[in-house]
C-alpha cells in the first residue's frame, strides 16, 4: 500500500527551519492496522499529513500503490485523496454550518456522485456509525464523540481503502475514547481497511498490529513481545502481527506473515526499518504507564512551535473545508 523510502520535511519557521521528518523509511501493507505513537512536536503529524498527500515531503519517495505522491501533479494528489484516502482529525474538522449529513455528503462532492445517491450513502454511512436518527443536525448539536462519529463516516463513505487517523480520541473522554477506538476497529476488520493511527495513547496503541515509534522525525519499531506462540519463532523472524485479528483483506495482505514460521527471513518490506542512531534501550517501553508523561515532559523540544497555536490549527487542511456543494 505504501512504501516510503528516505522522506523528509523541513518547515520554515521564522529564518530557521524545523526538520519534522529525518528520512523516515516505512512500509505499510495492504489491511494493516498501524499505530503511530510518541511525544507531541516529534513529526507524527507531519507523517500522516504526507501518507494522505496532504503536503508534500522536501525529499524522499512516498509511494502510495505504486505511484510517487511526491511526484504526482496536484490535480493527481487531488483524486487519490478523494477518492483513496480517509482522514479523521482530533478535532473532528467538521464544517459548523453543515448538517451531519451534509458534512458526510460533502467527500462524495469531488467524485462527482449525483445528488440522490450522495444523500443515500450518506445516510447509510450515518446510520452505520449509529447516527441514523441524528442527520440534520449541526455539529454544535452534537455530542464530541458524535460529532466525531460524523467525521469517521465522512471518511469511509467514499469506501477509501486507506484512514489515516491523528490523535482521533484526543478530544474525548474516556468512555467515548474506547467506543470510538471500538467503531475504528470495526470498520477496519470489516472493511480491509489500511489504517495508520497517530496516537499519544498506549492504550489505544496496543490494539493495533504494529506500532511505530515517532522520535525526533524518525521512526522506528519496537518488537513486541514474544507470545506464547511466537516464542517458538526461529531465530532471524520478526514477529509483526500482535493484538487483534485482522479482517479477510487484511488476512489476505498480511499473508506472507505466516512465513515467519518458515527458517528463512521475512519479506524485507514487514521488516522494522534500521534506525542506528535510535538505540533500542532509547525506545520508550509502552508497557510502562509512566511513558506518556515521562515523554511528555522529557522530550519535548522546548523551542518548537506550539501546536496550541490556533493559526496551526487552522493551517491544518481539511478536506471537507475546502469543498462547496454545486
Ligand atoms: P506531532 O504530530 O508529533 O505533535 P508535528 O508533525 O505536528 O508533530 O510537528 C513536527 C514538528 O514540525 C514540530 O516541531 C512542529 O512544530 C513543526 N511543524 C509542524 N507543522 C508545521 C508548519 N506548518 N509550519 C512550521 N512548523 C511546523
Ligand atoms: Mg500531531
Do not use: C
Not at 504494529?210 to 523472524?237: E, T, V, Y
Amino acid at each position: 500500500m505504501y512504501k516510503l523510502s528516505g522522506v523528509t520535511k523541513n518547515y520554515m519557521k521564522g529564518r530557521g527551519t524545523v526538520a519534522a521528518l529525518r528520512g523516515v523509511d516505512l512500509v505499510v501493507e495492504d489491511g494493516e492496522w498501524l499505530a503511530v505513537q510518541g511525544p507531541t512536536g516529534h513529526g507524527k503529524s507531519t507523517l500522516l499529513q504526507i501518507l494522505g498527500g496532504l503536503d508534500r515531503p522536501s525529499s524522499g519517495i512516498v509511494e502510495f500503490d505504486g505511484r510517487d505522491l511526491a511526484q504526482l501533479r496536484e490535480t493527481e494528489v487531488t483524486k487519490v485523496r478523494a477518492q483513496s484516502i480517509g482522514f479523521v482529525f482530533q478535532t473532528f474538522n467538521l464544517v459548523p454550518t453543515l448538517s451531519a449529513q451534509e458534512n458526510v455528503e460533502a467527500a462524495l462532492v469531488p467524485l462527482r456522485v449525483g445528488t440522490a445517491a450522495r444523500r443515500q450513502r450518506a445516510q447509510m454511512a450515518l446510520d452505520v456509525v449509529g447516527l441514523g436518527d441524528r442527520l440534520r443536525h449541526v455539529p454544535g448539536e452534537l455530542s464530541g464523540g458524535q460529532q466525531q462519529r460524523v467525521a469517521i463516516a465522512r471518511a469511509l463513505v467514499k469506501e477509501p481503502k486507506v484512514l489515516l487517523a491523528d490523535e482521533p480520541t484526543g478530544n474525548l473522554d474516556e468512555d467515548t475514547r474506547d467506543e470510538i477506538i471500538g467503531l475504528l476497529e470495526t470498520m477496519w476488520r470489516e472493511r480491509g481497511l489500511t489504517m495508520v493511527l497517530v496516537t499519544h495513547d498506549s492504550t489505544i496503541a496496543r490494539r493495533a498490529q504494529r506500532i511505530g515509534i515517532m522520535k525526533n522525525g524518525r521512526l522506528s519499531f519496537r518488537q513486541p513481545r514474544p507470545s506464547r506462540s511466537q516464542a517458538a519463532r526461529p531465530a532471524g523472524a520478526q514477529p509483526v502481527r500482535a493484538g487483534a485479528a485482522p479482517g479477510p483483506a487484511a488476512q489476505a495482505a498480511l499473508a506472507p506473515a505466516a512465513a515467519e514460521l518458515a527458517p528463512a527471513a521475512p519479506p524485507s518490506d514487514l521488516r522494522a526499518p534500521d534506525f542506528p542512531d535510535l538505540e533500542d534501550a532509547a525506545h520508550p517501553d509502552l508497557d510502562d504507564p509512566d511513558f506518556e508523561d515521562a515523554e511528555l515532559t522529557g522530550l519535548e523540544e522546548p523551542d518548537g512551535p506550539d501546536l496550541d497555536d490556533p493559526d496551526f490549527e487552522d493551517a491544518d487542511p481539511s478536506p471537507a473545508n475546502t469543498v462547496t456543494f454545486d
